[in-house]
């Protein structure tokens, strides 16, 4: 199957104070008709910065961009009007992503003024939207304003906007952490729904490896920048194989707050990682370091099993 949307080798560079951040290096991906794929790492990682060069919202320093078999790479103008009606986002925080002062009928026509909607058509394509994010009728909904609403109500109005112009691609931004966890699930649900119903590729950030397990067919595990590993969900969770990725296993709740377990398998913090020199950037970090992690990146290579690694111990990280 063609991917919706793919990248090849990004690259996004920033000059912060008379200083070079290579924000991200190299990620190189490709989502499906109906996929979901997980970018997960710590808050740094590059994470946020790749999905924003995928919306076109960050320019790349380097590499290219395919959606639907066209490079947008460096597209403008009213080509890249039409590419964000097919590619949206959904905002972490429902209550920030919606003008107060606006009706949620008026923030959900917004979309489709801009995107050229012809008028006659917005009434059926806004009661069709919040049926599908289960807020009927719609009538019910339309003269109230964001304050009126709970967070996890906001946040359905923030998909039925994002459904709207009729997308090929959702991009959602930790979707689900500003919301009570009692209402994560349903959210979640009408994601994936969504994305079933209407064939969408879909792209999840998140901390969180329980909802990206729940969400997503595969995942990429990114470290400053770079991604460190890669391959089906359940099979990286269940057998990470970076040192990294089972850190960050490692670090999900247990259910049972007298459980043992091991402690986390790193030591220090993000802002602790070498940016520069020839080396692994992991390698301050990770207990499993040898000689060669200082003098050479380890490139990201095929494992098997639709998995890929980028750890010099191979098979025997």
Same mark, same amino acid.
């Given at each position: 199957m063609s991917a919706v949307i793919s990248a090849e080798n990004l690259e996004k560079t920033f000059h912060v104070g008379g !200083?070079? @951040? *290579?924000?991200? !290096?190299? @990620?190189? +991906? &490709?989502?499906s008709a109906g996929e979901a794929l997980g970018i997960v790492g710590e808050s740094g990682c590059g994470k946020t910065t790749t999905a924003r060069m995928l919306l076109r919202l960050e320019d790349p320093t380097a590499g290219r961009i395919t959606f639907e078999g066209t490079d947008i790479t460096a597209t403008r103008g009213a080509a890249l009007l039409a590419f964000r009606a097919k590619a949206q986002l959904v905002f972490q925080n429902p209550f920030d992503a919606l003008n107060p002062r606006f009706t949620i009928g008026r923030s959900l026509a917004e979309p489709l003024r801009?995107?050229?909607?012809?008028?006659?058509? *917005?009434?059926? !394509?806004? &009661?069709?939207?919040?049926? !599908?994010?289960?807020?009927?009728?719609?009538? %019910?909904? +339309? %003269?109230r304003h964001p304050h009126e609403l709970s967070g996890g109500q906001l946040q359905r109005v923030v998909l039925a906007r994002s459904l709207l112009p009729g997308p090929k691609l959702i991009v959602a931004d930790e979707p689900v952490s500003m919301l009570d966890v009692s209402v994560r699930a349903g959210i979640l649900n009408l994601l994936r729904a969504a994305r079933d119903e209407l064939g969408l590729a879909a792209i999840y950030i998140s901390h969180d490896l329980a909802l990206i397990r729940y969400v997503c067919e595969r995942t990429l595990v990114m470290y400053l920048g770079r991604v460190v590993e890669e391959g089906p969900t359940p099979a990286l969770i269940e057998r990470p194989r970076h040192p990294y990725t089972k850190a960050l296993v490692a670090a999900v709740p247990v259910p049972h707050v007298m459980q043992d377990r091991a402690p986390l398998p790193i030591k220090g913090a993000l802002s602790d990682a070498p940016l520069s020199g020839p080396g692994c950037a992991f390698r301050d970090r990770c207990p499993l370091a040898f000689d060669r992690c200082a003098a050479e990146a380890p490139p990201l290579r095929n494992i098997g099993e639709g998995r890929k690694l980028a750890c010099h111990l191979g098979d025997e990280a």
């Open positions: !200083r070079t @951040v *290579h924000a991200v !290096r190299g @990620v190189s +991906l &490709a989502v801009n995107f050229g909607v012809a008028k006659s058509e *917005h009434e059926a !394509r806004i &009661a069709a939207a919040m049926a !599908r994010v289960r807020l009927t009728p719609a009538a %019910d909904w +339309l %003269d």
